[in-house]
C-alpha cells in the first residue's frame, strides 16, 4: 500500500495542478482594494478586478488575470499630493489669488504658487504632483542683509552684471564653460546675507 501511493502520488499532484494552473492570492495594492468577489481558489483565465481610493489615479490595467499560474501585473494607485496652509504660511507662499487654504492635488495635476509680498520666488511656480510628491518651491524675503561676491563655480562663469553687494532676493545667473554640463538651478539667490546653493559644472 505504501508504495502504491509512492508511486501514485507524483501523478496525483501532476493531475490535479496541471489541470487547475492555481494561482496564488491576488497581490495586495497600496492606496486600492480588489472589488470582484474573492475567491478560495484561482485558477487559468480568471479574472481580479481592483479599484483605487477615493482621489487617487489608477495607472495599468484595473483587471489581472491568473495566466500561466501567474497573475498579470497589477495596476498602481498614485496618491494626491496635500499642502496645507501650515506649509504655505511657514515658506511664505501663496496659491493663485493670494489664498492661503490647504488643498488636495491629483497626481499629475499641477498647482500654482507665489511668494508673499516682500519676497522672491527661486523655483518655477508651476509644480505637479507625483504621487503623492511635490516639491513646494521657496521664497526669500527682500529685506535680509545684503551679499557680498557670490560663490565661483569651476568650469563655470557668471553671465549677469558683476557687483560689489547685492541685495536680498536678488541672484546671480551661471553658465558652464564648453563642454560642461550644469547641474542644478543656474541661479543662486541673496539670502539674508548668503547665497543659496550654487549649481555645479559637470565634465560632460
Ligand atoms: C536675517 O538673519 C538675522 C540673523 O541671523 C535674523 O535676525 C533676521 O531675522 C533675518 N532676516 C530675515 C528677513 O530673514
Ligand atoms: C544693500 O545694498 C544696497 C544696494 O546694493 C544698498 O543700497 C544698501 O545700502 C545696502 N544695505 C546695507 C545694509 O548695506
Ligand atoms: C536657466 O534655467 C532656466 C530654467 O531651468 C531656463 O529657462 C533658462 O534658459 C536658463 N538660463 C540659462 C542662461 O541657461
Aim: hydrophobic letters at 30%; glycine letters at 8%; aromatic letters at 8%.
Amino acid at each position: 500500500m505504501k508504495n502504491l501511493l509512492v508511486y501514485l502520488l507524483p501523478f496525483l499532484l501532476w493531475t490535479c495542478c496541471t489541470s487547475q494552473n492555481v494561482c496564488e492570492e491576488p497581490p495586495d495594492i497600496d492606496f486600492g482594494e480588489i472589488i470582484s468577489g474573492k475567491k478560495a481558489a484561482y485558477i487559468e483565465s480568471d479574472r481580479v478586478q481592483y479599484k483605487c481610493n477615493h482621489g487617487c489615479v489608477l495607472e495599468g490595467s484595473e483587471w489581472i488575470t491568473c495566466s500561466g499560474q501567474k497573475w498579470t501585473p497589477p495596476p498602481k494607485c498614485l496618491a494626491p499630493c496635500i499642502v496645507t496652509k501650515q506649509q504655505l504660511e511657514a515658506k511664505n507662499l501663496l496659491l493663485s489669488g493670494n489664498r492661503v487654504r490647504a488643498q488636495l492635488i491629483q497626481h499629475n495635476h499641477m498647482l500654482q504658487f507665489q511668494c508673499r509680498e516682500g519676497h522672491v520666488l527661486t523655483a518655477p511656480s508651476d509644480r505637479k504632483c507625483l504621487d503623492g510628491h511635490m516639491d513646494l518651491p521657496s521664497c526669500i524675503s527682500e529685506r535680509g542683509g545684503n551679499c557680498s561676491r557670490p560663490p565661483a563655480v569651476e568650469d563655470g562663469d557668471i553671465i549677469t552684471l558683476s557687483k560689489q553687494q547685492y541685495k536680498a532676493g536678488s541672484s546671480v545667473q551661471f553658465k558652464c564653460q564648453k563642454y560642461y554640463a550644469l547641474e542644478g538651478d543656474n541661479r543662486t539667490f541673496c539670502d539674508n546675507g548668503t547665497w543659496t546653493k550654487a549649481p555645479i559644472c559637470l565634465d560632460g
